[in-house]
Nanobody
């Protein structure tokens, strides 16, 4: 299975952007999918995840209700809808997946076996 992340771009502070993580080769239902980001000079950090079993969602504290992760089974795609964006949201965003992720590891990037390429998000006026 392969994951492809896209949808990044330039957005003004306070604006919105939707990222997509498209899966090929297997159903997205078989995987827990996470979004991570990495800003220049910083470590990769967890943003949001949707769990394989039941579709429960999880968010980093800094999201503060601004982002929503959701899946579209028919399109085999997981989305990250971002709104009220801030300059500090600027980063390369990655989607990742794993079919055997346990709940306690949902925020740990090291536990995800599959990774899509990154997509750059820039929040600037």
């Amino acid at each position: 299975v392969q994951l492809q992340a896209f949808g990044g771009g330039l957005v003004q502070p306070g604006g919105s952007l939707r990222l997509s993580c498209a899966a090929s080769g297997a159903s997205i239902r078989s995987y827990s999918i996470g979004w991570f980001r990495q800003a220049p000079g910083k470590e990769r950090e967890f943003v949001a995840a949707i769990r394989r079993s039941g579709g429960s969602t999880y968010y980093a504290d800094f999201v503060e209700g601004r982002f929503t992760i959701a899946e579209d089974i028919a399109k085999n795609t997981v989305y990250l809808q971002m709104s009220s964006m801030k300059p500090e949201d600027t980063a390369v965003y990655y989607c990742a997946g794993d079919s055997n992720l346990i709940l306690s590891s949902i925020r740990d990037s090291r536990q995800y076996k599959l990774w899509g390429q990154g997509t750059l998000v820039t929040v600037s006026s």
